[in-house]
């Protein structure tokens, strides 16, 4: 079992992305996808009048802070438009995939979170009214169900609160949430650089191994949206998964090439 996590920044290969799966699927090779949008999410926002806002919590991570409004936009672009064009990339590979976000079937559910500490102008602020939250549990009866009948899942968030809400869950944390609840052999975390950089933006400053036990002390290279897909790797191995890889969706084969061991190997 491998869970595939492509992400949704600019410059990412979908087709290549898509390629490779339905040829390791057609292999027999199990597979669950999961997929961003945000680079997406932001231009469509853009264009609608209401620009995203990023917040950068007290820890130093930065996530997209989700009013309503800015809830509905980013379901219309990653369970429409992005998880869509993925799902007929595989059908037209010959693959049948199924695309469904993390709020149906409750397949990631979380308890949502309301308000969020956020660091604005050197001061920590509450900002209310998000609707965020992080996966604390998987449906993994249905994605069994999914894979049993012979069907790719192509999976995004949002998720759902426990009292039925749609809540953004980060997507690497969930897809390490899901990894770790199917037991998966591997997580790839595929974006549109190499690995992790010990000297980002330097691509030459690849780090290729990280001790499965040591991941949250290479937090200090993370740049930006990084740290979540490290602490995302942290999450996984400790939930059990035997290797997760940061690797290249830019161009090749980026499923096959990760699995093979290029990029930034955790384990």
């Given amino acids: ?159 759902a609160s426990y009292e039925g809400v749609a809540i953004n869950v980060d997507g690497d944390r969930a897809a390490a949430a899901l990894a770790a609840a199917l037991g998966a052999d591997a997580l790839l975390l595929l974006s549109n650089v190499p690995g992790l950089l010990r000297d980002f933006p330097d691509e030459r400053s690849l780090i290729r191994e990280i001790p499965a036990n040591e991941v949250e002390a290479y937090l200090d290279f993370a740049q930006d949206r990084m740290k979540k897909k490290v602490l995302g790797a942290a999450e996984a191995v400790a939930g059990g998964v035997r290797r997760v890889i940061f690797g290249d969706a830019r161009a090749g084969a980026p499923v096959s090439a990760a699995l093979a061991g290029a990029g930034t190997v955790v384990s």
């Fill in 1 to 159: 079992m491998v869970v595939v996590k492509v992400g949704g920044s600019a410059g990412i290969d979908y087709d290549a992305v898509c390629a490779d799966v339905a040829a390791l699927w057609k292999e027999g090779r199990r597979l669950i996808v999961v997929h961003g949008g945000s680079g997406e999410t932001n231009r469509v926002a853009e264009a609608l009048g209401h620009p995203p806002r990023f917040v950068t919590s007290p820890s130093g991570y930065t996530s997209r802070f989700t009013d309503r409004q800015t809830l509905e936009i980013f379901e219309m672009v990653y369970c429409g438009k992005m998880n869509k064009g993925i799902v007929e990339r595989l059908q037209r590979h010959g693959v049948n995939a199924v695309g469904l976000s993390g709020l149906d079937g409750r397949i990631f559910e979380g308890r949502h979170k309301d308000s969020v500490r956020a660091v604005e102008n050197g001061k920590v602020k509450v900002l209310r009214g998000d609707h965020t939250g992080t996966v604390e549990r998987v449906n993994t009866g249905l994605i069994e169900l999914l894979l049993s009948g012979g069907y790719l899942p192509v999976l995004t968030p949002p998720g």
